[in-house]
T-cell receptor, first 113, second 113 residues
Framework: GDSVTQMEGPVTLSEEAFLTINCTYT??????LFWYVQYPGEGLQLLLK?????DKGSNKGFEATYRKETTSFHLEKGSVQVSDSAVYFC????????????FGKGTKLTVNP | DTAVSQTPKYLVTQMGNDKSIKCEQN?????MYWYKQDSKKFLKIMFS???????INETVPNRFSPKSPDKAHLNLHINSLELGDSAVYFC????????????FGQGTRLTVV
């Protein structure tokens, strides 16, 4: 079945460091891809998405590019802030009749001042 | 106005009890979900409803029974609670279609003692 693999955390960075969280997927066809963020004690919220190959999603300084050839959707940010500390989830939308979001295991990011 | 609201936010109960979690969305979405998030933050889909019709039931024990009285509500009833049911349960909704994002509630932290 469809699945998402993202890098294990936790990831700890200093403020203004560069962030990469790797995400690869296995799916039938070309699903839409998403990054969700979960701040402490809250639900998930969409960070960015890409719906077809070579699309780049971006939001709040975060970016991810849909790479069909490597089946990847890595999340990047050039300069992280303390307020970016959260758990990040890569997800894909399964195609076909029973649409659902399949999530990776999440990567906890802590940014220190 | 909260888009997807769940009640209660916290639920502590004894083994063997029966409990319900309620979810309501005011976004006019057709599809609603229940996800379970374990202590390691892993998110797994439990159920999906589309216009009050059950679409997905992902090998969830029979003790869990979703009910959708209308397309804006999806409640989760759990019978004979077990220690292993302790988790955070998230309700979500989406408009439907492969490219649309899901909106999540704040979660219900269930603790079975």
């Amino acid at each position: 079945g469809d699945s998402v693999t993202q890098m294990e955390g936790p990831v700890t960075l200093s403020e203004e460091a560069f962030l990469t969280i790797n995400c690869t997927y296995t799916a039938t066809g070309y699903p839409s891809l998403f990054w969700y963020v979960q701040y402490p004690g809250e639900g998930l919220q969409l960070l960015l998405k890409a719906t077809k190959a070579d699309d780049k999603g971006s939001n709040k300084g975060f970016e991810a590019t849909y790479r069909k050839e490597t089946t990847s959707f890595h999340l990047e940010k050039g300069s992280v802030q303390v307020s970016d500390s959260a758990v990040y989830f890569c997800a894909l939308n399964t195609l076909g009749g029973s649409e659902k979001l399949v999530f990776g295991k999440g990567t906890k990011l802590t940014v220190n001042p | 106005d909260t888009a997807v609201s769940q009640t209660p936010k916290y639920l502590v109960t004894q083994m063997g009890n029966d409990k319900s979690i309620k979810c309501e969305q005011n976004l006019g979405h057709d599809t609603m979900y229940w996800y379970k998030q374990d202590s390691k933050k892993f998110l797994k889909i439990m159920f999906s409803y589309n216009n009050k019709e059950l679409i997905i039931n992902e090998t969830v024990p029979n003790r869990f029974s979703p009910k959708s009285p209308d397309k804006a509500h999806l409640n989760l009833h759990i019978n004979s609670l077990e220690l292993g049911d302790s988790a955070v349960y998230f309700c979500a909704s989406r408009l439907g279609g492969a490219n649309t994002e899901a909106f999540f509630g704040q979660g219900t932290r269930l603790t079975v003692v």
